[in-house]
């Protein structure tokens, strides 16, 4: 059997469904999001027709990037208190779907995906990441997808190349550079993603660009070779970890298709 794995961003289509309900933070603006969440993953789940899913949730405490850099994602407005308080509800629904959820203590939840998939293609099956987090980028390949649940578009390498005018495998060095606003990683003051793409592709790798900053001219040479240390943390922070030991095994996320109507495409293609 071909493996086609769907490994839902939890909170990313959360609070992306919750942001757009009317009302106030109240339980009935949660209620009404759970509601529509749970409509938005059985539409994921026709659209993408998986043989293994999960929900990839938070796990509860600081994790290692906030211990390397205190200011890990500061800027982000706290949950309401009523959404966090309904979280288990929202859970227990994905699991009458047939979707369980899944957390680690201390571990985020973007390098329990990126372990998840990454295991999956090892395996030679198919990956969908169902997140509009840019950081899942940087896994694109052959057999990992991430898809704009809410676009309806599965974004590849071309997509990757033609926003951020680098490969995938070179994200990271280009967040380096420019840093993440959503995560409040600081980057190179004055370093855009054009002037990143322009700078790695001359140079390749953020080690070239550091070590050869005394021969860029101008004002960007001399903001490099002010805040490569700020750039070396940023790419740090911006890597997923993909060799997490996580102590579960595929068998337990098999999906089980309603009245076995819809079944994967025995290539593993996405639609």
């Known amino acids: 059997m071909t493996i086609r794995f769907l490994i839902i961003d939890g909170l990313n289509l959360i609070r992306r469904i919750y942001a757009a309900m009317p009302g106030d933070n109240g339980p009935e603006r949660a209620e009404d999001a759970r509601h529509s969440s749970a409509q938005s993953l059985q539409r994921a789940l026709r659209e993408c027709m ?28 706290p949950m309401p208190e009523a959404l966090r308080a309904s979280l288990p509800e929202f859970k227990a629904v994905f699991m009458d779907m ?9 571990v985020e939840a973007d390098d329990v995906i990126a372990t998840f998939a990454t295991k999956t293609a090892e395996q030679q099956g198919s990956a969908i990441i169902l997140s509009t987090d840019k950081i899942f980028l940087q896994l694109l390949s052959d057999h990992i997808i991430v898809r704009d649940h809410f676009q309806k578009q599965n974004h590849d390498r071309s997509y990757v190349a033609a926003k951020f005018g680098v490969p995938p495998e070179r994200l990271v060095e280009l967040l380096a550079l420019t840093g993440d606003s959503t995560n409040n990683i600081e980057g190179i003051p004055s370093v855009g993603t054009k ?42 922070l911006s890597h997923l970890r993909r060799d997490l030991e996580l102590g579960v095994n595929l068998k337990s996320f098999r999906y089980e298709h309603p009245d076995d109507q819809a079944q994967p495409d025995p290539h593993g293609r996405f639609p």
């Open 195 to 236: 002037s990143a793409a322009r700078l790695l592709a001359q140079f390749e790798t953020l080690d070239n660009i550091l070590s050869s900053a005394f021969v860029i001219p101008g004002k960007l040479g001399e903001a490099i070779r002010t805040h490569g240390e700020k750039a070396l943390l940023s790419r740090r």
């Open 50 to 77: 998986p043989t293994h899913t999960v929900c990839v949730f938070e796990g509860e405490g600081p994790g290692w990037r906030h211990k390397l850099y205190d200011g890990y994602k500061a800027n982000r407005a």
């Open 98 to 106: 047939g979707v369980s959820s899944i957390s680690f203590p201390t």
